[in-house]
């Protein structure tokens, strides 16, 4: 099992390009979300799927666009690039139970916005 | 809106000393999770407490979670080069909200 494959590993963009970062699991799990990780900011949830057509914003979700069309895939689109969005960004994904369940971490894409 | 604080940020310990780092929700959490990130790499889950009051242990590692499922801490005894990363906690239902992390480093 691949586990959670994100692509790609590292970009530089534009001030006001478009870009979307892929994210793939083969687990079967039905909770997927996208994190952005930034020093001394810890991990901050983006958005968030629950499943398959169902997707719903975390703390900083402006500037993003998801979609949910499978259980396997949860792309992150930036529609105009900001500096302000140069980050780490981590997809992760679990299966849904009556608690939260164990993450499963992608290994990461590092954009840099110029 | 629900938040989740971390303390401390950093931490610089020698090697056998050592080491604990603390989690505070401003809301009641159903249950938290704790994560490791090495230097470069992703989080990855090291545990999760659900009961009020609950205490587990691995190894050298002793997670405690609140008796009011507010706070939680996670204490390193004598911590080895090897402990070297980044620490958060993770809580609440529905959508997981992470801690800013404790920064681990170990001086040999």
């Known amino acids: 099992n691949a586990g959670v494959t994100q692509t790609p590993k590292f970009q530089v963009l534009k001030t006001g390009q478009s870009m979307t970062l892929q994210c793939a699991q083969d687990m079967n799990h039905e909770y997927m979300s996208w994190y952005r990780q930034d020093p001394g900011m810890g991990l901050r949830l983006i958005h968030y799927s629950v499943g398959a057509g169902i997707t719903d914003q975390g703390e900083v979700p402006n500037g993003y666009n998801v979609s949910r069309s499978t259980t396997e895939d949860f792309p992150l689109r930036l529609l105009s690039a900001a500096p302000s969005q140069t980050s780490v960004y981590f997809c992760?994904?679990?299966?849904?139970?009556?608690?939260?369940?164990?993450?499963?971490f992608g290994d990461g894409t590092r954009l840099s916005i110029l | 809106g629900q938040q989740v604080m971390q303390i401390p940020q950093y931490q610089h310990v020698q090697e056998g000393e050592d080491f604990t780092t603390y989690c505070n929700s401003s809301?009641?959490?159903?249950?938290i999770q704790w994560y490791k990130q090495r230097p470069g790499g992703h989080p990855v889950f090291l545990i999760q407490l659900v009961k009020s009051g609950e205490v587990k242990k691995q190894k050298r590692l002793t997670f405690q979670f609140g008796e009011a499922k507010k706070n939680s801490s996670l204490h390193i005894t004598a911590t080895q080069t090897t402990d070297v990363g980044t620490y958060f906690c993770?809580?609440?239902?529905?959508?997981?909200?992470f801690g800013q992390g404790t920064e681990l480093s170990v001086k040999p």
């Open positions: 992760a994904s679990s299966y849904l139970g009556g608690h939260n369940q164990p993450q499963h």
């Open positions: 993770a809580g609440q239902g529905g959508k997981l909200i």
């Open positions: 809301t009641t959490l159903s249950n």
